[in-house]
């Protein structure tokens, strides 16, 4: 379907066309008329010229040519012609027809008239002739004719001369299309804008910022917006309520297990899969609000910051047990991803890294080719090439020797995959181990 700026230009281009089309037709036909009258006038002038040298001349008609002072009359085949005819047959002409005579209309004609017909050669000429009675009692007929080249010529002429102002014209009425369309369609565009910078300030539309044709999608907007909201919150609630719901029972019969554990009973299978329970729900929880948040939602947080909390965190734990946890991040890493599920990402990773590594695990944080990317790596053993996907399914663990579920990174997956983001496995270059590459578009689109 088209677009409305496509369907503006080419509306404005059509109706410009039309108009252009329409205006030079009608200018033209008046024009062609206005030289048809100047023809006509002309013609009827040099006719009347010829009646007037006639009656002095009605017993010697021969002299008329003495009185026709237009040199075209002399020249044969000119285009100019003149031409009387008495009651009593004999005919006498100018010079330009040479020995060629001009058809005269049919029936009486005591008033001019006007008509086109052959001259000399099947010339086509445009005539005049009226019946003349002069006082001494002698009737002639007069004709006056001149070739309508001549018409069509002054016709071409004077459309050659207009062409270039329609031409300009035609133009002028295309840009005065495309500045309407853009008058137009500046409030939609100002719309999308505001709409676009809405989600990132959270503000309201002002409907009267706009026109009243539009001042109704406006307030829709916002009237969607916060039902949006309303759902994301409610929803996010829900959730969290789920989850203290569950804590619950599992904290109950994980005490229960403790309990057995000390009086000797065998509890490691139960606690296993208990673990794996709560990490499953972790999980799907997880994924339940990161969905809603990302659908409903723009949110934005300062990804910097978030790094400096966990990193805080990370450290102290790193150097009760002798290791480093280095950190390198730019400032203002923006990103379109709830504040909490940024951090469960960045605290699952970086807490397998601590479990696996050896003595070093490094973080960096930074813009690169339009995206923020976050590279947490190890100097632990890693994850072979085979097993890597494994890895990122849930609850594929690949060691049992460190406690956990397997679905931190499963977990993490599913967080990115809802904001657009990805994560990939890999061996660092640097120190040896796992490298986890975080990559978050700028730019967030719901995939």
């Not at 496509?6 to 039309?18: K, N, P, T």
């Not at 014209?169 to 999308?192: C, D, H, Q, T, Y």
């Not at 053993?381 to 996907?389: A, F, K, T, V």
Request: hydrophobic fraction near 35%.
């Amino acid at each position: 379907m088209l677009s409305l700026r496509q369907r503006a230009l080419l509306g404005g281009i059509a109706s410009g066309a039309v108009s252009v089309g329409v205006g030079t037709l009608a200018v033209f036909s008046y024009i062609n008329s206005r030289v048809s009258d100047q023809f006509d006038t002309a013609l009827r002038d040099r006719h009347t010229q010829l009646v007037v040298g006639l009656s002095v001349t009605t017993d010697n008609p021969d002299a008329l040519g003495n009185l026709m002072f237009d040199p075209a009359y002399g020249t044969p085949f000119s285009g100019r012609y003149w031409q009387v005819t008495g009651s009593d047959g004999s005919v006498f002409t100018s010079a330009s027809l040479f020995d060629e005579t001009l058809a005269e209309p049919r029936g009486l004609h005591n008033a001019p008239t006007f008509w086109n017909t052959q001259g000399p050669e099947d010339e086509a000429v445009r005539s005049i002739y009226q019946e003349i009675s002069y006082e001494d009692g002698t009737v002639w007929g007069v004709s006056v004719a001149e070739s309508r080249e001549e018409l069509m010529g002054e016709r071409r002429a004077a459309q050659r001369n207009l062409l270039p102002v329609f031409t300009l014209v035609g133009l002028i009425g295309v840009a005065g299309s495309l500045f309407l369309m853009s008058a137009i369609l500046g409030p939609l565009r100002k719309l999308r804008t505001d709409v676009s910078h809405r989600w990132d300030t959270d503000e309201g539309l002002k409907p009267d910022d706009y026109p009243e044709e539009v001042s109704p999608l406006v307030e829709d907007l916002n009237q969607l917006s916060r039902r949006n909201r309303d759902i994301v919150f409610g929803s996010r609630r829900q959730t969290a309520d789920l989850a203290h719901a569950l804590k619950t029972p599992t904290a109950i019969l994980r005490n229960e297990l403790t309990s057995l554990s000390e009086q000797g009973a065998t509890t490691d299978t139960a606690q296993e899969a208990l673990d794996r329970i709560d990490a499953q729900l972790s999980r799907s929880l997880a994924r339940m609000r990161a969905m809603n948040t990302a659908e409903l939602t723009h949110s934005r947080t300062d990804l910097s910051n978030s790094v400096d909390r966990l990193a805080r965190l990370f450290s102290r734990m790193t150097e009760r047990e002798g290791k480093q946890f280095q950190v390198t991040r730019e400032t203002g890493l923006w990103v379109r991803m709830d504040p909490q599920d940024i951090e469960e990402v960045l605290g699952n990773l970086m807490d397998n890294a601590v479990k696996w590594c050896q003595k070093t695990v490094r973080v960096v944080a930074q813009v690169r080719k339009g995206n923020v990317e976050v590279l947490i790596e190890d100097d632990g053993p890693g994850i072979p090439e085979d097993n890597r996907r494994e890895a990122l399914r849930s609850g594929g663990r690949l060691d049992t020797s460190v406690a956990g579920s397997g679905l931190g990174l499963a977990i993490a997956v599913d967080l990115l995959n809802a904001y657009g983001a990805k994560l990939d496995l890999g061996r660092s270059t640097s120190l040896g181990g796992l490298e986890c590459r975080i990559v978050i578009p700028t730019g967030w689109k719901r995939p």
